[in-house]
């Protein structure tokens, strides 16, 4: 009898400590995403900055100042004004897609993030189709605001979601022909073994140098993903007053605000990972000295991972740079002009571009 007491004892103790340690297993999962949301949830807030710093000194004007030392807190003070704002339903409208809608193309964008290399092997997801699973996810985002418009039961909403579908199926095939170039060329679909296809040569390496074609195709087609200027057709206030939002208040008109930046900073970071060799440094030795060519992988694994960090960041932020500036600097297209630019312009050039690829590739073998 005592024997079974010990032996009873020592399962539940034996139960107990499994179940702790399946609850550090759980806890240990959800970190690196929460640190991703975070790492996200920062990088938009200075992208907003930004934008109205860089806007500001465009138009030779004064921009925020007043919220946080340099008005960095600027979107914070919105952010929270729309959080506490009143949420107004169309009383003729579908209240359900109205309310999926801004949630759906959040989302879909945020798993986006889940294949981005940050660093060597930081990565959240390091899947074999990595490249092909972001555009089939960003491909989610298009439904969400044509739900939006649809529910809205308004024809200004409904227009304005149609024309955002139109315009991502539009430039969705030419970039997706790029990546696809990108794919054959690094013999892989892998965010990071694209990435280290390129380190293996340094600077010249990089498939910006290697796709010029398809690096412009790629720019183009993500300022139209993005419905950044020229390409802001969905929300264009002459004809739309304001596209999709129209009926949109409070917190759920701050998603669609927060997912336009969030599909900004994605673009951004896909550009640097495949095109501008990502987290490798890469400065051919003619502009600095040796010593700081900074190889990753041989340097120490917390310094390393910071470098490499530090190094993703600020190409992409470099990067960002254009799509701010030509928000002010080029005007919106017309529909027409879009869908032609799209389907008889990008899309020929972007098949013309992968047979090359493709040929160069079989002559290689």
Not at 70 to 76: D, M, N, P, R, T
Request: some cysteine; proline content about 4%.
């Amino acid at each position: 009898m005592i024997m079974d007491t010990i032996e009873i004892q020592a399962i539940n103790s034996f139960s107990r400590l499994e179940s702790l340690k399946e609850v550090y297993g759980l806890i240990w999962l959800l970190v690196p995403i929460f640190t991703l949301v975070l790492g996200i949830t920062i990088g938009v807030l200075v992208i907003v900055w930004l934008e109205r710093e860089i806007s500001a000194g465009i138009q030779q004007r004064i921009g925020p100042e007043y919220a946080g030392p340099l008005g960095i807190l600027q979107a914070v003070a919105d952010g929270t004004k729309l959080l506490f704002k009143e949420n107004l339903l169309p009383s003729s409208g579908d209240g359900r897609l109205f309310s999926i809608g801004p949630s759906v193309a959040v989302i879909s964008i945020l798993l986006s993030y889940s294949v981005i290399p940050f660093g060597y092997h930081l990565i959240l997801a390091d899947l074999g189709i990595g490249v092909f699973l972001w555009i089939a996810i960003s491909s989610i985002a298009p439904v969400g605001l044509l739900m939006s418009g649809y529910g809205s039961n308004n024809k200004y909403s409904f227009l304005g979601g149609l024309r955002a579908a139109a315009q991502s199926i539009s430039y969705e095939i030419p970039l997706t022909l790029c990546v696809l170039s990108i794919s054959l060329l690094s013999n892989s679909s892998s965010t990071v073994d694209i990435v280290e296809a390129q380190s293996k040569y340094g600077f010249w390496g990089w498939n910006l140098w290697r796709q010029p074609i398809g690096f412009l195709i790629f720019l183009i087609s993500s300022l139209a993903e993005c419905e950044r200027l020229p390409f802001d057709l969905p929300e264009a206030e002459e004809e739309l007053v304001a596209g999709y939002q129209t009926e949109y208040s409070g917190i759920k008109f701050g998603l669609f605000y927060v997912a336009s930046y969030l599909n900004l900073l994605v673009s951004s970071l896909f550009i640097t990972v495949l095109y501008l060799g990502g987290w490798n440094l890469s400065i051919p030795y003619l502009f600095v000295p040796k010593i700081l060519d900074i190889n990753i992988n041989k340097v120490g694994k917390v310094f390393g991972t910071i470098i490499s960090i530090f190094i993703t960041l600020a190409k992409t932020y470099l990067f960002l740079f254009i799509p701010i500036a030509t928000r002010w600097t080029l005007p919106r297209l017309r529909i027409d002009q879009l869908l032609n630019l799209g389907w008889k312009f990008l899309l020929p050039i972007s098949l013309g571009n992968l047979l090359l690829t493709t040929s160069s590739q079989l002559l290689s073998l």
